[in-house]
């Protein structure tokens, strides 16, 4: 198989026998040496990238991949979400999601939207392709590193330490729980762009949180959302 880049449309040199695979990421580096790893397997065609999730539904709907690498934060977007629309178009679609970390809220999240495995981002290739490569369309598999993460978090206070926020992070949170992006968050704050995304940024790591709807979640039931007015 070629290890060139990806074009649109391109099927791959061994017909149905070869998997497709698409690769969901905003870190391009990433992505184009995880496809060309991809490419180089006889059994696997990187078939193409997106950067966003509004690219990842529209290169799905174009190149009818058989699986699709998901980033859990794709940019401003929800990994996850754009899991559970990918599913949607195509029923039959192997989602392999990968995360810096898990929580119990993730695992669940990926399992309720119906991806096909949970893999540490920072993990082997071989872990990697192997999910990309199992059959089991019932199975969800998760990498032990991040079943241990998980046992690790369990094993701690049951209390957690209070989240301590500014005043602008807890105005922030409070237009994330409002709907608005950080966009929409830096117009209304006066604020730029960068500066809100670190603001979001510095909420997900206090929250423990991976996406922005998780951090609206884990802070609605330790009680940092104030009821609306």
Do not use: N
Not at 34 to 47: N, S
Not at 85 to 101: H, K, S, W
Not at 115 to 129: I, Q
């Amino acid at each position: 198989m070629s290890d060139r880049a990806p074009t649109e449309g391109y099927a791959g040199t061994d017909g149905s026998t070869t998997r497709r695979v698409l690769v969901v990421d905003d870190h391009r580096t990433f992505t184009e040496l995880l496809g060309r790893a991809i490419a180089a397997e006889p059994d696997l065609d990187w078939v193409g990238a997106a950067h966003t999730v509004e690219e990842a539904v529209a290169r799905t709907r174009a190149l009818r991949p058989d699986a699709v690498v998901m980033d859990v934060q794709v940019g401003e977007g929800d990994g996850l979400d754009a899991t559970a629309t990918l599913l949607g178009m195509l029923p039959e679609l192997r989602v392999v999601v990968l995360t810096a970390y898990a929580t119990q809220s993730l695992l669940e999240r990926a399992m309720s939207v119906g991806a096909c495995a949970l893999l540490p981002k920072d993990g082997t290739l071989e872990d990697l392709l192997a999910a990309l490569r199992d059959t089991d369309g019932d199975g969800f598999r998760v990498h032990p590193a991040l079943l241990r993460r998980l046992l690790e978090l369990r094993s701690r206070t049951v209390d957690p330490d209070p989240v301590r926020l500014t005043a602008r992070e807890d105005e922030v949170l409070h237009l994330l729980a409002d709907g608005l992006d950080p966009s929409a968050i830096a117009q209304r704050l006066g604020i730029s762009r960068h500066t809100s995304r670190g603001y979001v940024s510095a909420l997900l790591t206090k929250l423990d949180a991976h996406s922005q709807l998780e951090a609206v979640a884990v802070a609605r039931r330790r009680g940092l959302l104030r009821d609306p007015a």
